[in-house]
């Protein structure tokens, strides 16, 4: 099975938001100002992407096949998008290198934003992860968000996060969600296969979203971890003693979310060590995040006072 990680063309859920949406457009009712909130990984930048391609594809080849919610690959401007080369798009999230969305970036935008337009179609702002937005890039950003331009349309990504009423007051509100079920039919149609032939139950049971799943399969393929033969205890050891986490930034917040959900799998009040590690842990974990500190530090004392002890 090999994993692809770009954009995914097919739309799996949330159809009927998606196309309430589409008829606003059609109409010229859509506000220019949407905001997506839920789970990390439920398909809600998809679902941006897909939007954004139905607009700026109308009058082009190989358009938006709204019947089968489908993005065409030969659309022109999917093509642009893909490589980050549209000039009716922005994408803001945060760098690989940050924690947060500085006020640079919103600057950035801004200079581009005020260029002259090179067609007279829409443009599109993604801004993803805004819970990480800092607070003068937040201030930055509700100054734009409060000049009228009807032809630049925002959409805002949240992950279930606190929102600033000051923000969230100026879009159109929408909160994305799937049941259980409908993540594992939607993961089991981006791979052709059964993830239960893929994954152990048990680690499955902490993976709610298609994105979160998606995630997972595709580190077990690039580092080669066993997924299938591997309860939450032996899969943590085994990410901790391979060392990937040093290469890799999206294995170390696996780790830590790991952590997080063994502490609340295997809490009791009756184990009063296990309580109080997982005060101590969390705090580090934050800590480490913080400041910076060293990861390797915090894993082994991990691995060495709660999964051998």
Excluded: W
Aim: with cysteine.
């Amino acid at each position: 099975m090999k994993l692809n990680s770009s954009i995914q063309h097919n739309l799996y859920g949330h159809h009927e938001i998606f196309n309430h949406l589409c008829k606003l457009y059609l109409n010229n009712k859509l506000p220019n100002k949407i905001l997506l909130s839920g789970e990390k990984g439920i398909g809600k930048a998809t679902l941006g992407y897909h939007l954004i391609n139905f607009v700026l594809s109308e009058d082009e080849e190989n358009s938006y096949d709204i019947k089968n919610n489908e993005i065409n690959l030969e659309n022109k401007s999917f093509k642009l998008i893909q490589n980050k080369s549209n000039p009716n798009f922005n994408l803001i999230d945060v760098a690989e290198d940050k924690k947060n969305i500085d006020i640079n970036q919103i600057r950035d935008l801004i200079i581009n934003l005020n260029k002259s337009s090179f067609n007279k179609k829409k443009r599109f702002v993604l801004i993803d992860n805004i819970e990480l937005l800092n607070l003068n890039s937040i201030n930055a950003l509700l100054k734009v968000l409060e000049e009228p331009n009807e032809n630049i349309n925002f959409i805002l990504i949240n992950n279930n996060k606190r929102v600033l009423p000051t923000l969230k007051s100026r879009c159109l509100n929408f909160k994305i969600f799937l049941t259980n079920d409908q993540s594992i039919e939607i993961i089991n149609q981006l791979i052709n296969d059964d993830v239960h032939n893929l994954i152990n139950q048990d680690l499955l049971n902490y993976f709610i979203t298609p994105g979160k799943l998606y995630e997972l399969l595709k580190l077990a393929e690039d580092y080669d971890l066993d997924l299938k033969n591997s309860n939450l205890d032996i899969f943590l050891k085994s990410l901790i003693t391979s060392k990937a986490y040093k290469k890799s930034k999206p294995i170390i917040q696996l780790i830590y979310s790991f952590i997080e959900v063994y502490f609340r799998n295997n809490i009791s009040t009756k184990n009063i060590n296990l309580f109080h590690h997982y005060h101590y842990f969390l705090k580090k974990i934050n800590d480490t995040k913080i400041f910076n500190l060293d990861e390797e530090t915090l894993l082994m004392e991990f691995e060495d006072k709660v999964l051998n002890g």
